[in-house]
């Protein structure tokens, strides 16, 4: 049997994939393997050392805030500000961009948007959460970064990645050739090469949607949800339904098995729920670079236009045969052509 590749020895071989970072993603991409690392252990404490609970605080979203979120925002900003390859983060948590201003990184090339921990609901129930990171290249050559080199379409990430605290830990990434998965090996402290070269399957036999806003969906997505439920031997229907409520469970179990995830827009929420920046357009290029696809229904995520840092979107992501079928019940519905939008 081979020794095991570690996330660092796999980073460092792939460094030359990039020859004008000059191993400052190589350096970024690290921090934050090392940040994943330190969440972790508290992940799988929390109930130890008076972790788990709501913090009794709101976020930008005004969204409960747990112990657990404010935790993992500050010890992914505390290792991308040392690290000093990293000048803005853009967080779920804050309201602002935060300005890494050090020594270091002010000039540093790289902005991380990170949604630190997504599912954070699930934490009191021990249902399995995770980090959703993105890294693009700043666009301004002169004086400090600004918004508008976080702005970026999702076309212009240079990686992004998640990390999934479950029964084991994992880290999986893409630089834009391709998409490999990392597992923590508590033993010896590191990640270590488990899943390379991942690839979701074409099709799948699970869908992931929050059925208890059916009476609120468009007509498009309740056709579609029928028609999974429709028993039909050629395409292995009925579909099954399975919905963790943490968007990095439900993609993950679609990257091993195959399957398709739906957030769509809904009466209470016309712009869609789900955050552009941080979560779909991460996700969505994870996705791609596995053979899947992730549209807002209509349009592809990673093209849609970026106006605002908690920018939402709906979003149809997964197994690319079943998100085809999917926009196929959307555009019948001329609904849902009218309630496909953003809203910052």
Known sequence: MPPLKTLGQFIIEKQS????????????????????????????????????GQAGSTNIQGESQQKLDI??????IAALKSGGECCIVASEENEEIVML?????????????????????NIDVNVSVGTIFSIYRRQSTVGRATLDDVLQKGLNQVAAGYI????STMLVYTT????????????????????????????GFVYSINEGYYVHFPQGVKSYIKYCQVEDDATHRPYSSRYVGSMIADLHRSMIKGGIFIYPVTAATPGGKLRLVYECNPMSFIIEQAGGRATNGKTRILELE??????????????EQMVLKAEEFMAESDEDQLSIGLVG
């Open 164 to 167: 999934i605290y479950g029964t």
């Open 306 to 319: 970026v106006n605002s840092l908690h920018q939402r979107t709906p979003i149809f992501i997964g197994s």
């Open 17 to 52: 994939d990039h020859p004008y970072a000059k191993g400052e993603l190589s350096r970024l991409l690290r921090d934050i393997g090392i940040a994943a690392k330190i969440v972790n252990r508290e992940v799988n404490k929390a109930g130890l050392v008076d972790m788990l």
């Open 101 to 121: 201003d050090t020594d270091v990184s002010l000039d540093a090339k790289y902005i991380v948007a990170i949604d630190p921990l997504d599912g954070s609901s």
């Open 176 to 203: 834009g050739r391709g998409v490999n998965g990392f597992t923590l090996d508590p033993s010896i402290g590191e990640f270590c090469l488990s899943h390379p070269n991942m690839q979701i399957p074409k099709t």
């Open 71 to 76: 935790y993992a925002n500050e010890q992914f």
